[in-house]
């Protein structure tokens, strides 16, 4: 997705320990004209996948998953990471562990919002080495859900988490892969179809 390439290159940062910042636009403040961008492109993506329901984590992939739930008119449910006290009934949960805050948790999503009925989208706002989207497909598979896709805004190519879900069978798109970074700083990415 070119607009979100150049959408990077233009007010990313790139951090030690290849972090890469686009707090400004994707995951504090929100440009909610570019999110309708994203949620339309996984839309025409995915639209011929029979998806009934959106599944995200919190907090920053639920704009994400709202603006694209928009498109396909179904309801988006998002596994928490912090304990509830208002969270009743049975719960599936699964262990995750954070490439960005370096521990583990623990997330759970009410059993009554996923189903053996559902076809789910996963979406999610970044992907490194793909632990917090293995918790999802966990609880997929614990809920006896259908993964229909999963869709990434940018992922780090030049992590596992990516390659190692393609090479499992799922059906992942991600709209920019960073590859790395040159010697003056500029982003690569890698070249992708239409």
Excluded: W
């Amino acid at each position: 997705m070119k607009l979100l390439e150049e959408r990077i290159v233009k007010d990313g940062q790139v951090r030690p320990g290849n972090i890469i910042k686009v707090d400004s636009f994707l995951n504090h403040q929100l440009d909610v004209n570019l999110l309708d961008e994203i949620g339309k492109e996984f839309y025409r993506i995915y639209k011929d996948d029979g998806i009934n329901k959106i599944l995200t984590i919190e907090a920053s992939g639920i704009a994400i998953a709202c603006m694209t739930a928009r498109y396909f008119d179904v309801p988006v449910v998002f596994a928490k990471k912090a304990k509830s006290k208002n969270l009743d009934g049975e719960v599936f949960t699964s262990t995750v562990h954070s490439f960005t805050y370096g521990k583990d948790y623990d997330i759970t999503l009410a059993k009554k919002f996923l189903g053996p009925e559902d076809r789910v989208l996963i979406l999610d706002d970044f992907m490194a080495v793909g632990k917090a989207m293995h918790g999802l497909l966990d609880v997929c598979e614990q809920a006896g859900a259908t993964v229909c896709g999963i869709g990434i805004t940018i992922e780090k190519g030049f992590q596992s988490g990516g390659d190692s879900l393609r090479a499992a069978g799922y059906k992942l798109t991600s709209l920019a892969i960073v590859e790395g970074v040159d010697e003056e700083g500029n982003i690569i990415f890698r070249p992708q179809e239409d």
